[in-house]
């Protein structure tokens, strides 16, 4: 079945960066646009980034220009969103999400990430 | 970026009564093909968000009938005819008609 299996939670302090890794399977990984989603703590979803994993081509929301970066590793079929220059206003939960803007095909979201940022 | 705005935010429900969510964006979701890329995603208590209705008022496969997505331009109404035990968690709109896509601000619907 489709899954996005990612990493585990991360502590960083504020300044560092952090990377975050979504492995899918179930699927061809070239096929279907990655996004990143995240929601910081009892808040609601913020769209980040996506990438298409055949191109390597990606978009990124204005907010987060210059501090992140979406990449991907065909042949392992891993997504990373590296986020750079880390606020306490970073701390949230991370998520993947396959094609979240292809009204054709199911949506699939990895399990999530949390990242905490704090001294 | 379009603002959805979403009402109300807190819904406690009667299990077996209707409840209805409203979501409204700052600019029409009509899209130049004609499509509206309007989305309801639905999040349990301690899980990953799951999409529920897709451009407006389609269901996702698995997704339960008692389930139904209405409106049109800038007005959207989910529906839940019937609450169930297991519709408990936060609803989220979002649109992509507009680049970058934005979520409504969520509902917590909440057996009374």
């Known amino acids: 079945q489709v899954q996005l299996v990612q990493s585990g939670a991360e502590v960083k302090e504020p300044g560092a960066s952090v990377k975050v890794s979504c492995k899918a399977s179930g699927y061809t990984f070239t096929d279907y646009y990655m996004h990143w989603v995240r929601q910081a703590p009892g808040q609601g979803l913020e769209w980040m980034a996506w990438i298409n994993p055949n191109s390597g081509d990606t978009n990124y929301a204005q907010k987060f220009q210059g501090r992140v970066t979406v990449s991907r590793d065909t042949s392992i079929s891993t997504a990373y969103m590296d986020l750079s220059r880390l606020r306490s206003d970073d701390t949230a939960v991370y998520y993947c999400?396959?094609?979240?803007?292809?009204?054709?095909?199911?949506?699939?979201w990895g399990q999530g990430t949390l990242v905490t940022v704090s001294s | 970026d379009v603002v959805m705005t979403q009402s109300p935010l807190s819904l406690p429900v009667t299990l077996g009564q209707p409840a209805s969510i409203s979501c409204r964006s700052s600019q029409s979701l009509v899209y130049s093909d004609g499509n509206t890329y309007l989305n309801w995603f639905q999040q349990r208590p301690g899980q990953s968000p799951g999409r529920l209705i897709y451009?407006?008022?389609n269901r996702d496969s698995g997704v339960p009938d008692r389930f139904s997505g209405s409106g049109s331009g800038t007005d959207f109404t989910l529906k839940i005819s019937r609450v169930e035990a297991e519709d408990v968690g936060v609803y989220y709109c979002?649109?992509?008609?507009?680049?970058?896509?934005?979520f409504g601000q969520g509902t917590k619907l909440e057996i009374k």
């Open positions: 979002m649109q992509h008609t507009h680049w970058p896509p934005t």
């Open positions: 451009k407006v008022s």
């Open positions: 999400v396959r094609d979240l803007t292809n009204s054709n095909v199911g949506d699939c």
